[in-house]
């Protein structure tokens, strides 16, 4: 079993579901829900199945490993594996994509059949899966930068031909944004072969760690990556596309959009810019923390005075993006653990509550805040969802958000504590735009025309249970997740050639030191 293609067949099982589902003969087109989920939790018994495989005591090592010539002519290799952070965000990816498929039971009708515009919609969602496990499991640059490129392709179908009234508008916006940063991002793939081994093997990740670049050329090179995995996080300046793209997409599409593929711009920064370019990297730091710090103040300030809860919820994601983006370039094992850590619990928090704001946009036919009011009397359960949800945004002790955040600012403090004492200014922020969200929506008198308003279902509650049982159990039980991802925070430290700071801690007279 050791050699079983794990990460291949991750790749494969999404994609003959997508394939069964617009395959499907006419008459069997009522099952197309039942099949879309079948396969997505098949996928996550899978990926159980593979982490019995992956060794955890040395998860900083790439496990799983899987490498065979592609394009030799042209030095691209069909090379996967994954380290503690990599499997990680697979995981939490499989894990959101059945609930979404839940959250979407009844969506998206059609007059040309009951499910055949959900068919649709589901298939470019486990054709989206399978793109996102082979971008978090590529070991290859060009691997990894045609899998970033046609990720594009099924969300801008699913916001563009799926979502609300603006959608074209909002699809096209967030085309342009991504393919402006990867055609930048294209020519510092070139650039970077150029400058390595060369060979069929000459893109493999593990060949161009270590190659000698010219100063000036590494930082040439690391701003074209950075600039396109900034697009994808998204990060202050260049994160317009988002609010609009969350807006107009389906509440579905949302989720896995800012859940899941905006990760894999930080986990570009983390995988590709630190390792291939850490003198570049080390340079830049001081711009990329003032970003990143003011990201997390403007996102927040920004998120309080959003009329649209969907726009709110993708303006906290800027700001919860610019602390792992923080964490990242603070250049500590505890920040950049505490930072991987954040973008599998922004992943839980964040795609619960586009969930939960999608449950009651299809319950009031609106997005507006001013739309609601009273709710806690009406739909009581709902109400209760939506609060754990929203302070775990908030990172409330007890819910896995606030170990994350904690870890990026006290491992951020020990090397650039100006940083971290303004970004703690976002955690105060936060409480504003969740507790005030929560205010306008579900407490007061009960509007008259919400009276009737139906509580979650069962449905509805297995598609939110998961996710709050998760923040729970990683909450008060952080152990195992850390163990994945503190090995591969070390290991990056060590690339950049810079000795750890330990937080500084004042116990019995005595206080931390460098590691």
Same mark, same amino acid.
């Given at each position: 079993m050791s050699n079983f293609p794990w990460l291949t067949a991750l790749v494969v099982l999404p994609l003959v579901?997508?394939?069964?589902?617009?395959?499907?003969?006419?008459?069997?087109?009522?099952?197309?829900? %039942?099949?879309? #989920?079948?396969?997505? /939790? =098949?996928? *996550? &018994? +899978?990926?159980? !199945?593979?982490?019995?495989?992956?060794?955890? $005591?040395?998860?900083?090592?790439?496990?799983?490993?899987?490498?065979?010539?592609?394009?030799?002519?042209?030095?691209?290799?069909?090379?996967?594996?994954?380290?503690?952070?990599?499997?990680?965000?697979?995981?939490?990816?499989?894990?959101?994509?059945?609930?979404?498929?839940?959250?979407?039971?009844?969506?998206?009708?059609?007059?040309?059949?009951? %499910?055949?515009? #959900?068919?649709?919609? /589901? =298939?470019? *969602? &486990? +054709?989206?899966? !399978?793109?996102?496990?082979?971008?978090?499991? $590529?070991?290859?640059?060009?691997?990894?930068?045609?899998?970033?490129?046609?990720?594009?392709?099924?969300?801008?179908?699913?916001?563009?031909?799926?979502?609300?009234?603006?959608?074209?508008?909002?699809?096209?916006?967030?085309?342009?944004?991504?393919?402006?940063?990867?055609?930048?991002?294209?020519?510092?793939?070139?650039?970077?072969?150029?400058?390595?081994?060369?060979?069929?093997?000459?893109?493999?990740?593990?060949? +161009?760690?270590?190659?000698?670049?010219?100063?000036?050329?590494?930082?040439?090179?690391?701003?074209?990556?950075?600039?396109?995995?900034?697009?994808?996080?998204?990060?202050?300046?260049?994160?317009?596309w988002l609010p609009d793209a969350a807006q107009q997409a389906p509440a579905g599409t949302s989720t896995l959009l800012v859940g899941v593929l905006d990760k894999v711009g930080t986990f570009g920064m983390l995988t590709l810019c630190l390792p291939l370019f850490p003198e570049a990297s080390r340079w830049a730091a001081p711009v990329i923390i003032v970003l990143a710090v003011v990201s997390i103040l403007y996102g927040a300030l920004l998120a309080i005075g959003q009329k649209d809860m969907m726009r709110l919820v993708a303006y906290t994601s800027v700001s919860h993006f610019g602390f792992i983006v923080l964490g990242i370039f603070a250049f500590t094992s505890t920040s950049i653990a505490g930072s991987s850590f954040y973008m599998v619990n922004h992943g839980l928090s964040t795609g619960a509550l586009f969930l939960l704001v999608g449950f009651l946009a299809a319950r009031r036919g609106s997005q507006q805040i001013v739309d609601f009011g009273g709710l806690q009397k009406v739909v009581p359960v709902l109400a209760g969802l939506f609060l754990v949800v929203g302070l775990s945004a908030l990172s409330l002790p007890g819910l896995s958000t606030f170990v994350s955040e904690f870890l990026v600012i006290v491992g951020t403090f020990a090397r650039h504590p100006a940083a971290a004492i303004v970004a703690t200014l976002g955690v105060v922020l936060a409480a504003v735009y969740v507790l005030w969200l929560y205010q306008r929506v579900f407490t007061g008198p009960v509007r008259p025309e919400l009276a009737g308003m139906s509580d979650v279902g069962a449905r509805e509650r297995w598609v939110i249970g998961p996710l709050v049982a998760l923040m729970l159990v990683l909450g008060f039980v952080p152990g195992p997740a850390l163990d994945l991802v503190r090995p591969p925070a070390q290991e990056s430290v060590s690339q950049l050639g810079l000795d750890d700071v330990a937080p500084t801690t004042t116990t019995a007279g005595t206080e931390g030191s460098d590691q």
């Open positions: 579901g997508a394939a069964a589902l617009w395959l499907l003969p006419a008459g069997a087109r009522v099952r197309a829900r %039942t099949v879309a #989920l079948g396969f997505a /939790l =098949a996928e *996550v &018994l +899978l990926v159980v !199945a593979a982490f019995t495989a992956f060794d955890t $005591a040395d998860a900083a090592v790439h496990q799983l490993v899987e490498t065979a010539p592609w394009i030799p002519a042209l030095g691209v290799s069909w090379a996967l594996g994954v380290d503690g952070v990599g499997l990680a965000l697979i995981a939490m990816s499989v894990v959101l994509v059945p609930l979404v498929v839940l959250a979407a039971w009844r969506e998206q009708s059609s007059t040309d059949g009951p %499910t055949d515009r #959900l068919r649709h919609y /589901l =298939a470019l *969602v &486990l +054709l989206l899966e !399978a793109l996102i496990v082979l971008v978090f499991a $590529a070991r290859d640059v060009f691997l990894f930068y045609v899998v970033f490129e046609a990720m594009l392709i099924p969300v801008y179908f699913m916001i563009g031909a799926f979502g609300g009234a603006q959608r074209r508008y909002a699809a096209v916006k967030f085309l342009l944004y991504s393919l402006a940063g990867g055609l930048v991002m294209l020519v510092g793939v070139i650039a970077l072969y150029l400058q390595g081994p060369g060979g069929p093997e000459g893109f493999l990740i593990e060949n +161009l760690v270590g190659v000698d670049l010219d100063p000036t050329t590494e930082k040439w090179i690391f701003l074209s990556f950075f600039l396109a995995f900034a697009i994808k996080a998204p990060m202050f300046p260049v994160h317009t």
